[in-house]
Nanobody, 125 residues
Framework: QVQLVESGGGLVQAGGSLRLSCVAS????????MGWFRQAPGKEREFVAA????????IYPDSVKGRFTISRDNAENTVYLQMNSLKPEDTAIYYC??????????????????WGQGTQVTVSS
Protein backbone atom coordinates (compact mmCIF):
# COMPACT_ATOMS: atom_id res chain seq x y z
CA GLN A 1 0.00 0.00 0.00
CA VAL A 2 1.61 3.24 -1.17
CA GLN A 3 0.87 6.36 0.87
CA LEU A 4 1.29 9.77 -0.72
CA VAL A 5 1.37 13.02 1.23
CA GLU A 6 1.36 16.39 -0.53
CA SER A 7 2.54 19.70 0.89
CA GLY A 8 3.45 23.18 -0.26
CA GLY A 9 0.08 24.55 -1.24
CA GLY A 10 -1.11 27.98 -0.20
CA LEU A 11 -2.27 31.41 -1.27
CA VAL A 12 -0.21 33.33 -3.81
CA GLN A 13 -0.75 36.35 -6.02
CA ALA A 14 -0.99 36.03 -9.76
CA GLY A 15 2.47 35.86 -11.29
CA GLY A 16 3.91 34.22 -8.20
CA SER A 17 5.38 30.79 -7.64
CA LEU A 18 4.82 27.76 -5.46
CA ARG A 19 6.56 24.41 -5.17
CA LEU A 20 4.51 21.38 -4.25
CA SER A 21 6.05 18.26 -2.77
CA CYS A 22 4.73 14.74 -2.51
CA VAL A 23 6.41 12.15 -0.35
CA ALA A 24 5.73 8.47 -0.90
CA SER A 25 6.00 5.97 1.88
CA UNK A 26 6.21 2.22 1.44
CA UNK A 27 7.00 0.47 -1.78
CA UNK A 28 9.73 1.14 -4.31
CA UNK A 29 9.33 4.77 -5.32
CA UNK A 30 11.87 4.60 -8.14
CA UNK A 31 9.70 2.05 -9.94
CA UNK A 32 6.61 4.29 -10.03
CA UNK A 33 5.53 6.71 -12.71
CA MET A 34 4.39 9.81 -10.83
CA GLY A 35 1.86 12.42 -11.77
CA TRP A 36 0.11 15.55 -10.63
CA PHE A 37 -3.55 16.32 -11.22
CA ARG A 38 -5.78 19.17 -10.09
CA GLN A 39 -9.45 19.77 -9.49
CA ALA A 40 -11.07 23.16 -9.42
CA PRO A 41 -14.48 23.74 -7.82
CA GLY A 42 -17.25 22.43 -10.03
CA LYS A 43 -14.83 20.92 -12.52
CA GLU A 44 -13.46 17.48 -13.24
CA ARG A 45 -10.01 16.47 -12.11
CA GLU A 46 -7.46 17.20 -14.83
CA PHE A 47 -3.94 16.15 -15.67
CA VAL A 48 -1.14 18.59 -14.85
CA ALA A 49 2.17 16.77 -15.20
CA ALA A 50 3.81 13.35 -15.15
CA UNK A 51 7.35 12.04 -14.91
CA UNK A 52 8.96 8.75 -15.81
CA UNK A 53 10.53 6.45 -13.27
CA UNK A 54 14.02 7.71 -13.98
CA UNK A 55 12.96 11.34 -14.19
CA UNK A 56 14.27 11.71 -17.73
CA UNK A 57 10.90 12.03 -19.44
CA UNK A 58 8.13 14.45 -18.53
CA ILE A 59 4.84 15.50 -20.08
CA TYR A 60 2.51 18.46 -19.59
CA PRO A 61 -0.75 19.73 -21.05
CA ASP A 62 -0.61 22.98 -22.99
CA SER A 63 -2.31 24.84 -20.14
CA VAL A 64 0.78 24.58 -17.91
CA LYS A 65 3.60 23.88 -20.36
CA GLY A 66 6.43 26.35 -19.89
CA ARG A 67 5.18 27.40 -16.46
CA PHE A 68 5.17 24.17 -14.44
CA THR A 69 8.03 21.73 -13.97
CA ILE A 70 7.77 18.26 -12.48
CA SER A 71 10.84 16.61 -11.00
CA ARG A 72 11.67 13.78 -8.64
CA ASP A 73 14.27 12.69 -6.14
CA ASN A 74 14.23 8.93 -5.93
CA ALA A 75 16.62 8.92 -3.00
CA GLU A 76 14.10 11.00 -1.03
CA ASN A 77 10.97 9.27 -2.36
CA THR A 78 9.69 12.68 -3.38
CA VAL A 79 8.16 14.23 -6.46
CA TYR A 80 7.93 17.98 -6.91
CA LEU A 81 5.83 20.38 -8.93
CA GLN A 82 7.40 23.80 -9.42
CA MET A 83 4.71 26.25 -10.49
CA ASN A 84 5.73 29.64 -11.88
CA SER A 85 3.77 32.51 -13.42
CA LEU A 86 0.67 31.34 -11.61
CA LYS A 87 -2.73 32.46 -12.84
CA PRO A 88 -6.08 32.64 -11.04
CA GLU A 89 -7.27 29.75 -13.23
CA ASP A 90 -4.59 27.56 -11.63
CA THR A 91 -6.60 27.67 -8.40
CA ALA A 92 -7.49 24.10 -7.47
CA ILE A 93 -6.75 21.23 -5.17
CA TYR A 94 -3.58 19.55 -6.44
CA TYR A 95 -3.23 15.79 -6.13
CA CYS A 96 -0.16 13.62 -6.36
CA UNK A 97 -0.62 10.20 -7.94
CA UNK A 98 1.45 7.05 -8.41
CA UNK A 99 1.24 4.48 -11.15
CA UNK A 100 2.76 1.28 -9.82
CA UNK A 101 1.66 -1.01 -12.64
CA UNK A 102 2.80 0.49 -15.94
CA UNK A 103 6.10 1.78 -17.27
CA UNK A 104 4.71 4.34 -19.70
CA UNK A 105 3.85 7.86 -18.57
CA UNK A 106 0.10 8.24 -18.21
CA UNK A 107 -2.06 11.34 -18.55
CA UNK A 108 -5.41 9.94 -17.43
CA UNK A 109 -6.68 9.26 -13.94
CA UNK A 110 -7.39 5.60 -14.58
CA UNK A 111 -3.69 4.95 -15.18
CA UNK A 112 -2.84 5.88 -11.58
CA UNK A 113 -3.70 3.57 -8.74
CA UNK A 114 -2.59 5.54 -5.67
CA TRP A 115 -3.56 9.08 -4.76
CA GLY A 116 -2.72 11.62 -2.11
CA GLN A 117 -5.24 13.67 -0.16
CA GLY A 118 -4.49 16.86 -2.05
CA THR A 119 -3.18 20.32 -1.24
CA GLN A 120 -5.02 23.56 -1.93
CA VAL A 121 -3.50 26.15 -4.25
CA THR A 122 -5.22 29.52 -4.45
CA VAL A 123 -4.05 32.22 -6.85
CA SER A 124 -5.46 35.69 -6.28
CA SER A 125 -5.79 38.24 -9.05
Amino acid sequence: QVQLVESGGGLVQAGGSLRLSCVASKGTFSSYVMGWFRQAPGKEREFVAAISRSGVNTIYPDSVKGRFTISRDNAENTVYLQMNSLKPEDTAIYYCAADTTWTEIGTTMREYNYWGQGTQVTVSS
